[in-house]
Each structure stands twice: as C-alpha cells, then as structure tokens.
C-alpha cells in the first residue's frame, strides 16, 4: 500500500516567518512530487512540483526533495495570512501510476 | 497552469433524482481524469479514474452502478450521481491530467440531496 504521509497540524507561524512543511512517502520508486494549496471550502490547487533531488525554488516557495531518505518538504518564505490553507503533498510513481494524496496539514498564519 | 472547469458549481436536487457533473480540462487534451469526494474538515477521496474512450476504473468501496462516469472525449467526463441520497451530499471535484505527471483541479461541485 503506498503512503504519503503528512503532519495533520494546525501549523501556527507568526506572519513574516517561514513555513516549513514536511512529507514522506513509502513507495521508493516514485518520481514525481507535488505540494498543492486547499482553501476551506475550495478545490485544492497545484503550486509546486518537483522531479530530482534538490531544492526548487518559485517566488516565496520553494520544494525539497530528498529521495534517499524519501521525503519532500515545502517553504514559505515571507508567510502571510493569505497562506494559511490547507497543503497536500502528492507523490506520482510513474507515468501511468495515479497520484496519491496525503491527508494534508493545515497551516495557520498569525498576524 | 491548465484549467479544468466543472459544471454546475453546486446543486440541490430532491432524494431519488439523478444529477450529472460535467469536467472539461479548457486547454489541453486530457486522456485520463480523475473523480474525488470530500466532505467537510475530511481528506480527498478518489472514487475513480476515467480514461477517454474506455470504462473507469472504480476505488474500492465505490459503487460503480450508483457513480456512472463516462470520459467520451479528450476533453469532457462526465460523473452521474443516480438515485441520490442524503449521505451522497458531498463536494465532488474532479481533475485532469496534464503531460503525463501533473494533475489539475476543476474548482468543484457542491452537491446538496434533500
């Protein structure tokens, strides 16, 4: 059974601060990793994603990936309160393979 | 990013009718498209993979006589929710996936059964 495992939260960090949010998966041969942003009520929304070890970097965000240890990470560098949402990781093993979600961690901004 | 629209955005339809949900991915073909569920505060559910111009493939638990999904061209599936209950209220959301890697949401439809 393949598992993307996540830390169901509440993540509270002041506004200004940076958001660290972490992900790990058990299938070692995946290839493909995702963070996407759900607002309450909203369907989520792809921001990020991330193919070879190593950091990738897009505005604020930026993705981790770390395929030994079979973990991916996201920042949010200059957290704001409009960044507080939901975020699911997402792992793709392959290009026929479904995407498997993590039951996501929801991240709370304090003004 | 593509865009994947969803239509209706919510209804309400009375115990024992059907309702039909359209997903169109607007700028890309997409030969394989995706069903969630997701009730309130909980996680998505896939219900089942629709690939174009063949039968879906249902999750277990999924009822596939009750959830009929037809994916009749590259860039329309359709999910029909027959003879809804109650319990079916739900937020239904599907996706499309683009390039072969990335998956993307259409904003959802809100489903309310009276």
């Known amino acids: 059974q393949k598992e993307v495992e996540q830390n169901s939260g509440p993540l509270s960090v002041p506004e200004g601060a940076i958001a660290s949010l972490n992900c790990t998966y058990s299938?070692?041969?995946?290839?493909?990793f995702f963070w996407y942003r759900q607002y309450s009520g909203k369907s989520p929304e792809l921001i990020m994603s991330i193919y070879s070890n190593g950091d990738k970097e897009d505005g604020r965000f930026t993705a981790q990936l770390n395929k030994a240890s079979q973990y991916v990470s996201l920042l949010i560098r200059d957290s704001q309160p409009s960044d507080s949402a939901t975020y699911l990781c997402?792992?793709?093993?392959?290009?026929?393979?479904?995407?498997?979600f993590g039951k996501g961690t929801r991240l709370h901004i304090l003004p | 990013g593509a865009v994947v629209s969803q239509h209706p955005s919510w209804v309400i339809c009375k115990s024992g009718t059907s309702v039909k949900i359209e997903c169109r991915s607007l700028?890309?073909?997409?030969?394989?498209m995706f069903w969630y569920r997701q009730f309130p505060k909980q996680s998505l559910m896939l219900m089942a993979t629709s690939n174009e111009g063949s039968k879906a493939t249902y999750e277990q638990g999924v009822e596939k006589d009750k959830f009929l999904i037809n994916h009749a061209s590259l860039t329309l599936s359709t999910l029909t929710v027959t003879s809804a209950h109650p319990e079916d209220s739900s937020f239904y959301i599907c996706?499309?996936?683009?390039?072969?890697?990335?998956?993307?949401f259409g904003p959802g439809t809100r489903l309310t059964v009276t």
């Open positions: 700028d890309f073909q997409a030969t394989t």
């Open positions: 996706s499309a996936r683009w390039q072969d890697y990335e998956q993307y």
């Open positions: 997402a792992v793709n093993g392959g290009r026929d393979d479904k995407i498997i």
């Open positions: 299938d070692r041969v995946s290839q493909s």
